[in-house]
């Protein structure tokens, strides 16, 4: 199989200069990507495309290949192409016929021809006469130039002919590794789950700030958040998780400031230490999750109240989107299902909550708090770098079991999300595989038999040593990790 890879609009708009170093880096991130299923996948960068060249010996790899196709920046739409050499118009007629006779039957039809090099016929001559004969030659139901059924796409590049069979949709925006980092405050719901995507989709080396206010519980739920979207989205390039401990700030809060004021406190609070974690990694912009006037503390006289206690730039990327939009997007980007099941943890509740926050009262309750506990919280802070998170964890709990070859009678948990499994299912001939999306490991798992031993596999082996430390730490024996070898 091939494929033709066709570079965002805007990446095509850019400076001749920087539309080659943005072209190279999504090639580098390419050849990351998929040299991690075979080096023998071959990526050939040209100016106006990116040529995948996939042996067949790989067929059995198009769907997850697709999958991170689709998820990479930098990508507008990807075509799944019949690559031969041709020689006349006729030629090129001859081997159009047999990929669409089936696909036009009965249906409208216009051909599409981009065209590049030197030859005797332009792209309307293409068009025309590969129409004619379509036209003659199949059931369809005729041509149709402005609203057809079927789009028939043709690439001619010098002497090579490209036949598309199938056109996929990318993300576009601009590659991981051509922007520079920001820090994502994320707390695991849909909000910031979003708004970190799509600053990831926007290109940005996007690292991950938690404030912890609900404990290991929480801090476990939010990572596999976080881990999800950098190995979706972003895991050519290495980020950072940051922990900071935010419970005795929140009791600081809820001690020394009155009621109604409490949430714009919290979040300055939170946006002057994020300020002082992204300092330290050389970051300068901040990330959040708020949209306008989603909650109380979303107003826009709050929200510029909450900026004014940073100089850090802060991007919004939700600042405009509804509820339902964004519920939508966590949907179709796969983090709803486990966004929806992780708790609220705000900490700070107000009953009548300010709206229209006033600096100098603002600045008069923060008075009061005694800030040598926000001092200690980013001080304690731990960052550690997210491919390496289940390595840091400091736990009581039994060292995890990681089995390459599973005995007989050891059920294997497939814990990835229903997408990833979908595209790269998991086939063993001695062990039975279930499968149990690992935002519903830890309410399912405390219900299936103790006599059985389990193993956890992900693609990574990240997720599941994550969890598998988490349920030993919670008394379950009969847990450990399926990494199969190269």
Not at 43 to 65: A, C, T
Not at 197 to 204: I, K, Q, V
Not at 402 to 412: Q, R
Not at 448 to 467: A, R
């Amino acid at each position: 199989m091939k494929y033709l890879v066709k570079y965002s609009p805007e990446m095509t708009i850019k400076s001749r200069p920087v539309r080659s170093r943005f072209a190279k880096q999504l090639k580098n991130n390419l050849v990351v990507l998929l040299g991690r299923i075979s080096p023998e996948i071959e990526i050939i960068g040209r100016w106006d495309y990116i040529q995948i060249n996939v042996p067949d010996s790989l067929q059995s790899e198009l769907g997850y290949i697709e999958q991170i196709l689709a998820s990479t920046q930098g990508i507008c739409f990807f075509e799944e192409v019949q690559h031969s050499k041709y020689e006349d118009l006729d030629d090129i007629f001859a081997k159009t016929l047999p990929i669409y006779r089936d696909k036009l039957d009965g249906k409208t039809f216009a051909v599409r021809c981009n065209r590049s090099g030197n030859q005797p016929f332009n792209s309307m001559d293409v068009e025309k006469f590969v129409g004619e004969g379509l036209n003659h030659n199949t059931q369809a139901a005729g041509v149709n130039l402005n609203n057809p059924d079927v789009v028939v796409k043709i690439e001619v590049r010098n002497e090579n002919l490209f036949v598309v069979e199938k056109t996929h949709r990318g993300l576009n925006g601009f590659p991981m590794g051509s922007q520079d980092g920001v820090l994502s405050l994320i707390s695991g719901g849909f909000d910031s789950a979003v708004s970190s995507y799509l600053s990831m989709r926007r290109g940005l080396l996007t690292h991950f700030c938690f404030f912890n206010l609900g404990g290991d519980e929480h801090e476990i739920a939010v990572k596999e958040v976080a881990l999800y979207l950098w190995m979706r989205y972003g895991s050519t390039h290495p980020v950072r998780f940051i922990t900071v401990p935010f419970e005795e700030v929140v009791r600081e809060i809820l001690e020394k400031v009155d009621n109604s004021q409490m949430g714009v406190v919290l979040k300055r609070v939170m946006l002057r230490a994020a300020t002082r974690v992204a300092e330290k990694m050389n970051v300068e912009v901040l990330v959040t999750g708020e949209s306008v006037a989603q909650v109380s503390s979303q107003t826009l006289r709050n929200l510029s109240v909450i900026d004014k206690v940073t100089d850090a730039l802060v991007l919004r990327p939700l600042a405009m989107m509804e509820k339902q939009d964004i519920v939508d997007l966590a949907r179709s980007i796969g983090t709803e299902e486990f966004s929806a099941v992780i708790p609220e943890y705000c900490g700070v509740i107000s009953v009548n909550p300010t709206t229209r926050a006033r600096m100098h009262k603002i600045e008069k309750q923060e008075g009061q708090l005694d800030l040598a506990v926000l001092d200690v919280a980013v001080e304690n802070a731990v960052s550690v770098l997210i491919d390496r998170i289940d390595l840091e964890e400091e736990r009581s709990c039994k060292e995890v079991r990681i089995v390459a070859a599973p005995e007989f009678g050891e059920v294997i948990l497939d814990i990835r999300h229903p997408d990833e499994e979908e595209k790269r299912p998991l086939t063993l001939t001695k062990n039975v595989v279930e499968k149990i999306p690992f935002y519903k490991l830890n309410s399912a798992f405390p219900s299936l038999p103790t006599e059985t031993d389990y193993l956890l596999y992900c693609s990574k082996g990240l997720m599941s040593k994550l969890h598998a430390a988490y349920l030993l730490e919670q008394g379950f024996d009969n847990v450990g990790v399926y990494r199969p070898g190269p």
